[in-house]
Nanobody, 123 residues
Framework: QGQLVESGGGSVPSGGSLRLSCAAP????????WGWFRQAPGKEREGVAA???????IYADTVKGRFTISQDNAKNTLYLQMNSLKPEDTAMYYC?????????????????WGQGTQVTVSS
């Protein structure tokens, strides 16, 4: 399988927006969960948002109403639109793929991972 490659991270002030992208190879699974995770220094990796091949989506409570996960199937690219960013959103963000799972936020279920893109939100 090819690699997942994230982009779009950066530094923004509180209240700002960023859109993360994740270019992915084509997977030959009938059911896939695509996910965004983040990890801040000294903290565990946590699920942010996920989307599956049936169009179901799920969000962490901390980002509901601010973040939106979407996918461009033609480009095989996953996106995470992040609005109203807060300093506590600062983290390394990863995209990941869980074959044969519906949308979920459990890192252990995700088999393929990107290298991450850093998001820093200043107060």
């Amino acid at each position: 399988q090819g690699q997942l490659v994230e982009s779009g991270g950066g530094s923004v002030p509180s209240g700002g927006s960023l859109r993360l992208s994740c270019a992915a190879p084509r997977y030959a699974y009938s059911t896939i969960s695509w996910g965004w995770f983040r990890q801040a220094p000294g903290k565990e990796r946590e699920g942010v948002a996920a989307l599956d091949t049936d169009g179901n989506s799920i969000y962490a409570d901390t980002v509901k109403g601010r973040f939106t996960i979407s996918q461009d199937n033609a480009k095989n690219t996953l996106y995470l639109q992040m609005n109203s960013l807060k300093p506590e959103d600062t983290a390394m963000y990863y995209c990941a793929v869980a074959p044969n799972f519906r949308a979920n936020l459990y890192p252990v279920r995700f088999r393929y991972w990107g290298q991450g893109t850093q998001v820093t939100v200043s107060s």
